[in-house]
């Protein structure tokens, strides 16, 4: 493993010095391949780096105390031992945890679809509620969104929504919000003050290269229609919308957010494709498994993987026990603390399996 480690300190120096080369530096693509190339591996050469220094610190601090005759330089000596000693298992730790195999889907764009599932029109509210959340979220991180396909209800909430997030490490950061989402609240419907609760789904799926997915036109059926909205000029009046059908599966998709019919096919080509792919990629996965898991099951209360309890201003995640008293601020897209937690809860996961 040392030489391993080694191997790839030996790279991250070889590159650092590529860049800094004068013809490199004047081609902008060169240079920005070999950044990305690099920052692949900072933590990495970072993490490997503390763990080096801390044992090199032991080994000088250890000649030390068997060689040094004043008893204060060797108590100096011995503090300094113990404190590497004490620092090494965390940063040999956040080294294996750097080494784990990344999700080649992690830089990538996602696709996130959200339906109101249990709960009639509230659960239509709630899941405009959850857009709302995650496309402010988006907008602390710097990511843009664009939506794809909306059904609105006359109330302002969302039969389902799908929208595209365009960010560096998007997936990495969302691909854990997969799952049935509980709200407990006194909806805006309720006249009498009881807490109602509801559901809605929400996917989130890495959205493909064209290079990545290969469509069989035969098995499309591809419709053009008028899109539909609120009404007032927000409704095209041109048939620009576009729906396409993979008869094999039965799988939908719509896509009317664009004004042209050209870039409205080509978003909902690229979607079906991300989709298929999901499926798919469940399917081994539970041939493995030997069990069928749902990434967003039927949408019934009990199959939750969140509960968002307004009267207790709490948020709960049911998957890792992790509960937060501010509901206010994470429904206005503080997401990173319950992000965070779940990132490391996966990677302790992981990390155990290995062991």
């Known amino acids: 493993m040392d030489e391993k480690l080694s191997q790839i300190e030996e790279k991250y120096e070889k590159l650092t010095a590529q860049m800094d080369a004068p013809e490199v530096y004047s081609d902008a693509q060169r240079y920005a391949g070999l950044a990305r190339e690099r920052k692949a591996l900072e933590d990495v050469v970072a993490a490997w780096r503390e763990v080096k220094g801390l044992k090199a610190a032991m080994d000088e601090a250890r ?3 068997d060689a040094e005759d004043d008893p204060e330089l060797r108590e100096l000596a011995r503090e300094e031992y113990q404190t590497a000693q004490k620092a090494l298992p965390d940063a040999e730790l956040n080294l294996r945890r750097l080494l784990l ?3 080649p889907n992690d830089d990538k764009n996602v696709i996130v679809e959200i339906r109101g599932g249990v709960g009639g029109e509230e659960s239509a509210l709630f899941a405009h509620s959850l857009y709302r959340m995650y496309t402010m979220y988006a907008e602390r991180r710097g990511w843009r969104v664009t939506v794809a396909n909306s059904s609105e209800t006359a109330l302002g909430g969302v039969r389902e929504i799908s929208f595209i997030i365009e960010g560096e490490g998007a997936y990495s950061r969302l691909k854990f919000e997969s799952g049935v989402h509980r709200v407990q609240r006194v909806p805006e419907t309720e006249t009498q003050g009881r807490v109602h609760t509801s559901t809605a789904t929400v996917a989130v799926l890495p959205e493909l290269e064209e290079t990545e997915f290969s469509l069989n036109m035969a098995e499309l059926r591809i ?8 009404g007032g000029q927000k409704v095209n009046k041109t048939e620009t919308a576009i729906r396409v059908t993979h008869l094999p599966t039965g799988t939908v998709v719509e896509c009317q957010d664009e004004r042209s019919q050209y870039k409205n096919k080509a978003r909902a080509l690229s979607i079906l494709a991300s989709r298929l792919a999901e499926a798919e990629r469940q399917r081994q ?3 493995v498994a030997g069990v069928r898991r749902s990434q967003i099951g039927m949408g019934f209360r009990n199959e939750r993987i969140r509960t968002y309890n307004f009267p207790q201003g709490r948020v709960t ?3 890792i026990g992790l509960t937060l008293y501010k509901i206010d601020s994470v429904m206005d897209g503080d997401l990173d603390e319950l992000i965070d937690a779940l990132i490391t809860a996966d990677q302790a996961e992981r990390l155990r399996e290995e062991i």
Request: no cysteine.
């Open 63 to 65: 000649s030390l105390m």
């Open 101 to 103: 195999p990344r999700d």
């Open 223 to 230: 419709d053009v229609f008028r899109s539909s909205g609120a």
């Open 285 to 287: 996965a539970d041939e």
């Open 317 to 319: 995640d049911h998957r």
